[in-house]
């Protein structure tokens, strides 16, 4: 109200508020940029999935007609994919999380350093807490499944006959 009061008079005003409506757009403008290069790169990771398990199916055709041909049901081989698939999701998880958490601690390293050099008390930039940590990995496991489901069902489908004569 006071600042609209002297705008009204016919003086420029600067307020705080104003400086927090600007940042708060950068801010949105930097959560949007980070927001598309996550689905970017969750989009690389789930086709980088598929394709691996593809060419596992390709490779190991004999296998799976052998599977099939003693007795194995569709569903079985679709589980064994599913499992690979689950594993991949969950080794890339752990290995993200980690990758993350030095990141971050590198970066807290440099910053209290730096802080110490110019006299100030060190801060802790990073943190990192458990649930952040189960829901990562739970997610990277959640989206190798989804993954998983073409090439899973494609080897589900392959007749013994033609994988056995494959090679």
């Known amino acids: 109200a006071v ?3 002297i705008k009204k008079m016919g003086f420029g005003t600067f307020s705080i508020l104003d400086a927090t409506k600007n940042l708060r757009l950068v801010f949105i403008v930097f959560d949007s940029l ?3 290069f996550g689905s970017l790169a969750l989009t690389v990771a ?4 598929i394709n691996t398990l593809v060419m596992a199916i390709l490779e190991r055709r004999r296998e799976i007609g052998i599977l099939k041909a003693l007795g194995a049901a569709d569903r079985d081989v679709r589980r ?6 689950g594993a991949m999701g969950i080794l890339g998880g752990v290995a993200g999380v980690a990758l993350g958490w030095a990141i971050g601690r ?3 390293f440099a910053t209290n350093v730096y802080l110490k050099r110019q006299g100030l ?3 802790d930039l990073s943190s990192v807490p458990l649930w952040l940590v189960g829901s990562a990995i739970g997610f990277s496991f959640f989206v190798s499944l989804i993954a998983g489901m073409y090439p899973a069902s494609r080897a589900a ?3 013994p006959v033609e994988a056995l004569r494959y090679e």
């Open 3 to 5: 600042e609209e009061s």
């Open 34 to 36: 980070l927001g598309i």
């Open 46 to 49: 789930s086709l980088g999935i």
């Open 80 to 85: 064994l994919f599913f499992a690979e698939a």
């Open 106 to 108: 590198g970066l807290n």
């Open 121 to 123: 008390p060190p801060i």
């Open 157 to 159: 489908k392959l007749n």
